[in-house]
């Protein structure tokens, strides 16, 4: 296997961010902190298969958010995201 | 707690197969009746979860097939040969088993006809399973402006949902469906015979419409590619709807 197979998008963690958010977060337009870049979550590039769930951003790949599991826990880390745009009534 | 108070969470339902769809030899369509399922718009996906009887649970996403219907929730399935979950669900499930599964999730890669502009979609293998459910819910609406899908496969006992698909574009003036085999061709193959390029896209989409969205599936590399040449071809990157699949999960 190699690394592009394990390369997807953000449509892969909707189950995962909608667990946490109890709310549809596809949809939801992140602005990279690096770049400034503005995408919906859906376009972020997603790599699920590392101990945790990592998203990048689809310009520049900078790290925007990680979450990671652990038996009843969850972090998600945040920190390269500065603005998340969501429907106010989503 | 009041259950409205819950309702933007997702819950785990219990899923029991009430029908088995052979597809091609890798692939079968798994119909479920799923009480409480609240329904989901084309092009949504559901996480599917496993349990054995130790404890340990492997999870998994998988497109819906088919537009709503009630209780009823159709995935189709691509037996992987590594994988960890697709081959249970291809060879092992049976009518009566019962599996959990959550959702509809995603609200990017849907399309309801409601802005009545021209639909695109591009498919490689399996990825054609969302735009399946787009098509045939694009099958029963009473007006719904053109639609042109372009269908790549390894080889024509790969292609799922051929003679529906072949059914559905003899029906219907506006719709066009064009097949692409990259690896093998039958001797009287007419459709295409080699990976997507731009020069193809071109032929089966035309000139840039402003008004038309695309939507493409499939593993990374193609995805990448497609949508790649359709921006080259002057689609503007917005209306270029992407949803890579691959071998996710946890």
Redesign the interface.
Known sequence: MESADLKLDGNAAGGELREIFGAEMTVVRATCAACGAVREMAELTVYAHAPGTVFRCASCDAVLVRIVRAESRVWLDPSGVSCLELLADA | MERAA?L???TWLLAEVVEILPETPRVKSLVFSVPGWPGHRPGQ???VRLTAEDGYQAQR?YSVAAPADGERVVLTVERLE?GEVSPFLVDELAVGDRIEL??P?????VWDGADGGPLHLVAGGSGVVPLAAMLRHRAGLEQAGPAALLYSARAEGDLIYREELDRLADEDDALAVAYTLTREQPPDWTGYDRRIDGEMLSEVFGSPDPAATTFVCG???FVEVAADGLVGLGYEASRV??????????
């Open positions: 819950v933007g969470r997702l996906h559901v996480d996403s590594d959550r959702g999730i995603g609200g990017y890669f593993p990374t590399r709807r992407t949803e890579r699949f691959g071998p996710s999960g946890r």
